[in-house]
């Protein structure tokens, strides 16, 4: 009997360590950014009082709808980016040749660095005056005036590059793992029905890839949304609010503007919206183990 | 071999244990008699916290010899002096503050404090303050301290626009070095003059990140315009309303300016047009004392000169004055002692060490320990006495980054001066009403 009650109990003991977590790292977290959001708060004084959801009113006005417009474009075009070159880059490197182990752990140089560095690292490449890039330029006489990467109507496509540039590894990482899994019997018998390589990416390769490629695009894409530091070094948002990602918008709420119970309104927005792609994402991986 | 049960070994733990907590008990009973008078010494001896936000080696060799020198002439009070980056200033005081951990003595700018002050953190030190150090701080600095009508921030650190330039691309360009602009009209044909005669910029133009520095810019000039405040300092409005033709045409004097810049001013920031002005690619810049730690040598050998900027619509070349200084959080348990050394690093000799940081002179005894014939001293002291107080209050951060986005539009020639001027406005006014 004793020994029947302690079994059923184990369980509980091995799990009760993740849950003390779970509630303090996450659930306490959670709780306090909806109670945040519902009143006059501060990161000072926390919650002071209830506001009639008026903190809700800022996601409706232009100025946060164009923050939610930029975050919308860096995330496409970032993603998209993210996916095709990572799978242009794992197919090269799943093929036969010298030195593939040392590209192999190239690659994946963006993905560790650090992203405060990568940023430094960036603006001082790019910039107009003083960058790498547009004195090499310069020198090779290429251009006749330096090029303002972080400028009006530039800045933005030099973050999604630079967001490209570190992502890229992470998806060359997961469908090389996949890419190696193919069996070599099945790409050797269609390549002796005569398949193009077109049909044979298509009948063969992308049906492997597209379960992880699901997974990491939706993972890429929620990391994508929650962006901060990159961009935040490279332009503080700038110019005039034209790389204000919506990340960028809570910091500056809160750590700006003093309005921590506006930051958690956005901060639920994104929540929310990091939620829907995780649910997606757990209805993907069910369907792919129902088939 | 012997198997011990765990109802032994536990048993074992506890009398161990048990023998441990007694023969501590034991040990603090004893000898008490030598160890008393040692105590009683070392409870009168008060050990208070100072954090001053910025480069920690820098300050270490600013700060360990005053307060050495301070625990010297107070025996009882010792210094913990403690470390806070630029980078993470802002959160880290807004997380001690909330759980009252601030340190006794603190530096930070008027916005934080004045925000905390709101709330009732930080100590009001009007009562503490003496006439001497009273009448010894600027008065523009004295007040841009205040808030409220109450003293919460001592001043001892403090930047001006001033206006430095390259006598060399001066004399290229056939203008002379001895009579620099003093108006903006001479200004303006001065970087148009540069530009088109040598192969440097006119005048090196800052426009990122939005907010305080680009909002200082044009208030330094706006000020210089009207020759006065820019900043209501009962209402905590600027005086834009008030002076609506002068704010139009400070905006614009800023977009002619754009024209004979670098160009990218956008993503230019205060640092990057020191280097510019130190390797000779811009003739001319506005910036704080700060510029001279990169041009030191070009100073020293007559390349650099500074004046104060040019003067606007007034005739007076003044600018407004950025400060920042010490404050005692409410949540200090030794606010005398908290005092005692904010007033000794107060000292002439003390401040002027702290000068060297980057700031202009604070204290009128310290600016008399300088030269004023000479130019480079002259020119700096006569900038904090002309000078009017910064605007500040606690969403001042709020009014500067949206100041600054419209300076962005402005300097990149995607809104004209009027239709500047209106959105600042009309964001302010949604700033001030929220």
New interface residues.
Partial sequence: MKQKGSRRIEPYLFILPTIILFIFVLAVPLFNVFKFSLGDSN????FKEWNSFENFEYLTTPRFLKSLGVTAVYVVCGVTGIVVCGMLVALALNKPMPLRGLFRSIVIIPWIVPHAFAASMWSWVL????GFINQLLTKLNLIS??I?????GT?LPTVIMVRIWQGTPFMIISLMAVLQTIPSDIEEAIELDGASAIQKSRYITLPYLRPVLMTATLIITAWTIQIFDTVYIM???????QTQLVAIEIY?KA?????LGTSCAIAILVFIIVGIIGFIKFKNERMVEDA | MKKISWRKMLSCLLAAGMVTVMAAACGSDSGDSGADQASSAEEETVTITFMRTGTPEVLHEIFDPIIESFEEEYPNIKVDMQDLGWSDA??TL??M??SQTLPDVMYHLPVSIF??AD?G?IEDLTSYMDDELKEDIYPSLLEAGQYDGKQYMIPCGALTLLYWYNTELFEQAGLDPDNPPATWDEFLAAAKAISENTDAAGIAMY?????GETSFFFESLFASEIGGETWDGERYTYEYDENRQAAIDTLEFIQELTQYS???V???SRF?IR??LRDG?VGMALDAVNMANQIQDGLDSGQFRVAQIPAGASGKQMSAVNVGGFFIPTNSEHKEEAWTFLRYLMNTDNQKAHSTYGSIPILKSEAETYDTSDPYWGTIIKSVEDSVPEGVC??T??LW?LTG??L??LM?N?QDAETTLDNIIAGHEEIYN?
């Fill in positions: 990161i000072i004084e926390g910039n107009s005056q003083f005036s330096p303002s990467f972080l400028s009006d800045a332009t503080a948002g700038g110019p005039a609010r500056n750590f700006i503007d003093y309005d | 802002e959160t807004q997380v503050a909330s925000d905390m709330k953190l426009g990122m990140p939005s907010g670098q160009g990218a956008e993503e230019t990057d280097t510019m690619t606690p969403k951060n709020s980054n986005e419209q962005q539009l990149m995607n929220e």
